[in-house]
């Protein structure tokens, strides 16, 4: 099984970090995989995007052209990104930041009301966790456990603190997005 994943939104609202984390947790459980990671010249406020491929076989590439899944944060992405799904492919929006409907009738959206549901979970920071438990609860490429493993380690000690809300977040979008399955 292949999954070629994009997530994007602003610079700051942590896309990198989930598609990294959904990397690693691939790696983790033998897969293979790739990250690609591409942003504007600011690093807060600009865009930000990666591709994602996660792999039981070898990846030839790490661009994502036809996307199985595209996460996005924002307006500006959706509009971006929404035509590079697959037909029957996944869209999962922020509901927070985006208002409009997507254009295509041809795939399957789910609206993640990302930014509430962080700030429940103790930070609206989190809502990068939020979609990326949205996600797994949608395709399941990888355990949770694994993506929490691996969310500690990119996090480390000093950020290590954080976990339990990021953990929450998780939850939070994985409850969110079964509820619209």
């Given at each position: 099984?292949?999954?070629?994943?994009?997530?994007a939104?602003?610079?700051?609202?942590?896309v990198?970090?989930?598609?990294?984390?959904?990397?690693?947790?691939?790696?983790?459980?033998?897969?293979?995989?790739?990250?690609?990671?591409?942003?504007?010249?600011?690093?807060?406020?600009?865009?930000?995007?990666?591709?994602?491929v996660?792999?039981?076989?070898?990846?030839?590439?790490?661009?994502?052209?036809?996307?199985?899944?595209?996460?996005?944060?924002?307006r500006?992405?959706?509009?971006?990104?929404?035509?590079?799904?697959?037909?029957?492919?996944?869209?999962?929006?922020?509901?927070?930041?985006?208002?409009?409907?997507?254009?295509?009738?041809?795939?399957?959206?789910?609206?993640?009301?990302?930014?509430?549901?962080?700030?429940?979970?103790?930070?609206?920071?989190?809502?990068?966790?939020?979609?990326?438990?949205?996600?797994?609860?949608?395709?399941?490429?990888?355990?949770?456990?694994?993506?929490?493993?691996?969310?500690?380690?990119?996090?480390?000690?000093?950020k290590?603190?954080?976990?339990?809300?990021n953990?929450?977040a998780?939850?939070?979008?994985?409850?969110?997005?079964?509820?619209?399955?």
């Amino acid at each position: 099984m292949t999954e070629q994943i994009i997530c994007a939104g602003f610079g700051g609202q942590g896309v990198l970090l989930a598609g990294q984390i959904l990397a690693y947790a691939g790696l983790a459980e033998g897969k293979n995989v790739s990250w690609l990671p591409a942003y504007g010249p600011e690093m807060r406020g600009g865009t930000a995007n990666c591709n994602v491929v996660v792999s039981d076989e070898e990846v030839a590439s790490p661009v994502v052209v036809e996307a199985d899944c595209a996460i996005v944060m924002n307006r500006p992405s959706m509009e971006m990104f929404e035509r590079a799904v697959r037909p029957n492919g996944l869209l999962i929006m922020n509901s927070d930041l985006i208002e409009v409907q997507p254009a295509r009738g041809d795939i399957k959206v789910l609206r993640i009301p990302a930014n509430s549901l962080a700030e429940q979970a103790g930070s609206v920071k989190a809502a990068n966790m939020v979609m990326l438990g949205a996600y797994n609860a949608c395709v399941c490429i990888v355990e949770n456990k694994t993506i929490i493993q691996c969310l500690e380690k990119v996090m480390g000690e000093k950020k290590k603190h954080l976990i339990p809300l990021n953990e929450k977040a998780i939850d939070m979008g994985m409850e969110a997005a079964k509820k619209q399955l």
